[in-house]
């Protein structure tokens, strides 16, 4: 026995030394791969967002020397100039230049003619124009547009130069000079490649172009130092990573770089020029972590190793000593699962019966005792079939049982729908059953246990219910009313009656799958909304008269009652429309007849009267159709006046935020597995904050469209003023800078008053937003809250740009926006809005204003 346990422990041990050399090979394997995918990754996001700073940096700064080409300050100088060829003139346009080039940090700005020669220079300096510089004047004459020189030595500055050149145009068209933009070099192009995002002693960035048969290297190497437009080497030396560069190569390779030393390279072209990046890292730093990881891993082995035997000596000593006692242990177990398995057996609330592999009873509990009519001690040792009789509950007919199912295929069987059990004395149960193998250790069948529950009272509601539901169809299909049943989120139609579609006139084919909107029957789409409001606020709509929409383009008058139900945890609206068309036009018939009847009296009891009155009236008729013709002109006029500043607005307001967020969503898309969190960050608050200005845009729209149709309501009751005041001053914060300065006092000593919360939300997020959009980096914006003599005051000043005084007279009017104020974004809405919602509430709103020194309004609201 002890030479037996001796050769199982060292079997265990070889076992265990196989398994960890064998997990540590595959772990050293996956290390390697997982290193190296890291580290080329992490190579290609650095070159990739370098090369992409640098061509954007090249970009931007053309854009931006063509729109300074285009300066009417620089025109009239270059102008004057050339026509004077005065000295003041000329320093005048040097000392403009110096300033500018100060300003955008340029190292020279140069004012040259179509043809090269140098007039003016921001450094007073006077030298001949190089060759480079001299082909890039060229080709932006050419084009009419900036171009660059690229990098080159110029033997004038002797020093590394980089311009760009933007030709000045006249009112005309015509090149009246150029302009040169000479750049700061070791800030505008080097400062991108000398640094690496990461700590690495090898990591660096080159810049080449292929010059004939030779790659020339742009930038200083940082192991070689002044190597830049100096360091050229062949195209045969085909290993190095920069002449794999120029003859095509992209993407991460392995070779050796001008040290002669084995690096990982990744290369990407510069959009817009016919430069080349290289970002590059020695393959010995790459590898160096996983040669770390290795010896850490090979240590971890053996400590590893050694506890292992000494567990499994340690194991075994105590195995013996333990045998015993499980043993015990495990028989008194067995014996406690038995005793429990029993009570359980015998105490649970539904029928149980146990059988053998023969189908015959084992034990049975006391439900199925009550159930089946047999006692335990009678059914054990009979089959299943005498005992437990089951019947189709629809054909009468006796079924399989399922126990014999069981025994057979050995797996679980679900019966449930049909089923009726017979008890001894003939009674009928409707029961649900599931019979399970009773299975022993090694998977052999040793019989079935039959559980079964009595669903007879849940069988007879489903029954009454279903009756129930046939009555409610019958109704529901036969009422010559128009019923329906739509959904509440959404307005979808989930049933109707034939009564809706005689009512609309639509057919069946043609509702299905619609909403009440989508089928336009809604006369006023606000009734609709209104209906809505009442059911959700438990209000009882009853009898409203309305009319609707028929598919024909009638108009049918009719009754509208509803009530909101809630079907399994969504919410429906069941609504019932009665034709009272019929009712209304009998009724205006009669009023017809009576009117007539009575201009028959009239007529025979004063002809003369009628006759002399019905001349002056048609002459007032014809005054007033006059008037009204002249009036309806004019606001035709406004109408028309009013919906193109409305589409003009709108459009603009819901084209910039949707740009916005289209951009936000390609470039997340397109740069997903290159974007750093924070710019992931970046785009993603630009979408929101372009979805919270279309949600405000809407807002208003709809709030406007409310006050001008009489929808907008007055609802006072109590509110915490103090608390509405800070949400409209956090909620307007969204439209502050970051050095905006805050004041707000609130004086009253009372915190409640009863006004509308939602009108006065309104009011005072419509002036607090324009006060933070309006004012300068650095201002203030004050909000002040008086309560005097049972009235509010609410005082809100900014330090801002002011309203022009022909602005003022409509500056309440809707779209209607300040012309100074044209970059700023809105919709010209907001203080339209806010003087419906005060007139609402019986009160005003005034301002004062002075140009480019801000403006204050005060929002008095009477407290009763």
Excluded at 526 to 548: G, H, T
């Amino acid at each position: 026995m002890v030479s037996k346990n001796k050769r199982y422990l060292l079997l265990q041990i070889v076992l265990t030394l196989a398994i960890l050399v064998t997990g540590a090979s595959f772990f050293l394997k996956y290390e390697t791969e997982h290193i190296t995918k890291d580290k080329y990754d992490d190579l290609e996001i650095i070159a990739s967002l370098k090369t992409e700073e640098l061509s954007n940096r090249i970009s931007k700064e053309l854009a931006h020397t063509e729109l300074l080409s285009k300066n009417f300050s620089i025109l009239d100088r270059v102008e004057k100039y050339l026509s004077s060829g005065s000295v003041k003139s000329q320093k005048e346009l040097s000392r403009y230049l110096g300033e500018l080039a100060k300003s955008h940090k340029y190292k020279e700005i140069i004012i040259a003619s179509p043809e090269g020669q140098v007039f003016v220079s921001s450094n007073d300096s006077s030298y001949p124009t190089e060759q480079q510089l001299f082909s890039a004047m060229q080709r932006s004459v050419k084009s009419k547009t900036a171009t660059s020189t690229g990098l080159f030595f110029s033997d004038s500055q002797n020093s590394i130069s980089f311009d760009v050149v933007s030709p000045i145009t006249n009112r005309e068209d015509k090149i009246e000079a150029l302009l040169v933009v000479r750049e700061d070099v070791d800030s505008f192009i080097y400062s991108i490649i000398s640094s690496w995002p990461v700590p690495s002693e090898s990591g660096e960035c080159i810049i080449v172009e292929r010059e004939g048969d030779s790659v020339h290297f742009l930038s200083n190497l940082r192991f070689l130092k002044n190597t830049a437009l100096k360091r050229r080497i062949p195209l045969t030396e085909t290993d190095v990573p920069a002449v794999q560069a120029v003859l095509g190569k992209t993407g991460i390779f392995e070779g050796v770089d001008y040290r002669g030393v084995n690096v990982i390279a990744d290369i990407h072209p510069v959009q817009g020029t016919n430069w080349l990046m290289i970002s590059k890292i020695d393959r010995d730093e790459v590898f160096e972590e996983f040669n770390y990881r290795k010896t850490l891993t090979v240590m971890l082995i053996a400590v590893l190793f050694f506890f292992i035997v000494s567990s499994l000596a340690v194991f075994h000593y105590y195995r013996s000593l333990k045998y015993y006692r499980q043993m015990y242990e495990k028989e008194r177990e067995i014996r406690s699962v038995n005793d429990e398995f029993r009570t359980t057996l015998y105490s649970i609330g539904e029928g149980v019966i146990t059988t053998d592999t023969d189908a015959k009873i084992k034990q049975m509990n006391r439900i199925a005792e009550e159930q089946t009519g047999w006692k335990e001690e009678e059914a054990i040792g009979k089959t299943i079939h005498e005992v437990f009789t089951i019947i189709n509950r629809d054909a009468g007919d006796k079924e399989n049982n399922p126990v014999e199912r069981v025994l057979n295929v050995g797996d679980i069987v679900e019966q449930s729908n049909h089923t009726s059990l017979v008890s001894r004395d003939g009674t009928e149960y409707q029961v649900t059953m599931i019979a399970a193998p009773i299975k022993e250790k090694g998977g052999d069948v040793s019989g079935a246990v039959l559980v079964f529950r009595d669903q007879t009272s849940e069988y007879n509601s489903q029954l009454r219910l279903e009756e129930s539901e046939k009555k409610f169809r019958m109704i529901f299909e036969t009422s010559p009313d128009a019923i329906t049943i739509t959904k509440l989120s959404d307005g979808s139609l989930i049933e109707f009656n034939k009564g809706f579609c005689v009512l609309t006139g639509f057919s069946r084919e043609e509702i299905l799958g619609k909403t009440t909107i989508d089928l336009g029957i809604w006369l006023h789409p606000a009734e609709r909304e209104e209906l809505i409001r009442k059911l959700s606020n438990n209000e009882k709509v009853y009898s409203v008269e309305m009319n609707l929409h028929r598919k024909d383009g009638s108009i049918v008058a009719c009754y509208l009652s509803a009530c909101l139900v809630e079907i399994q945890g969504e919410k429906y609206i069941i609504s019932i429309n009665r034709n009272v068309d019929e009712k209304i036009q009998s009724a205006r018939e009669v009023e017809r007849y009576r009117d007539h009847l009575e201009e028959l009296i009239d007529l025979r009891t004063a002809e003369l009267n009628i006759a002399n009155r019905k001349l002056i009236e048609e002459i007032k008729k014809e005054k007033e159709v006059e008037a009204k013709l002249e009036e309806n002109l004019e606001k035709e006029i406004e109408l028309n006046r009013l919906k193109s500043r409305f589409i003009a607005t709108t459009s603009h307001e819901f084209r910039t935020p949707l740009t916005i967020i289209l951009s936000s969503a390609e470039l997340i898309q397109r740069n997903m597995n290159r974007l750093t969190e924070e710019k992931v960050a970046e785009y993603t608050i630009r979408i929101k904050n372009a979805v919270f200005h279309l949600t405000k845009l809407m807002e208003d729209i709809i709030i406007l469209n409310k006050a001008n149709t009489g929808k907008l309501t007055y609802e006072p009751h109590t509110v915490n003023l103090r608390e509405v005041c800070d949400e409209v001053l956090e909620a307007s914060l969204v439209y502050a800078k970051e050095d905006h300065k805050v004041f707000f006092d609130y004086h009253p000593e009372e915190t409640e008053f009863h006004l509308d919360r939602r009108l006065l939300k309104f009011i005072l997020s419509n002036i607090l937003g324009n006060a933070f959009k309006f004012s300068p980096e650095g201002g203030t914006v004050s909000f002040i809250v008086q309560y005097f003599e049972k009235e509010l005051i609410f005082k809100i000043e900014d330090e801002g740009i002011g309203i022009p005084e022909e602005d003022r007279a409509l500056l309440f009017e809707p779209f209607q926006r300040s012309s100074i104020c044209e970059d700023i974004p809105g919709s010209g809405l907001g203080l339209s809005i806010a003087q419906k919602a005060a007139e609402l509430q019986k009160g005003s709103i005034s301002f004062e204003s002075k140009l480019n020194k801000g403006s204050v309004f005060k929002v008095r609201i009477p407290i009763d």
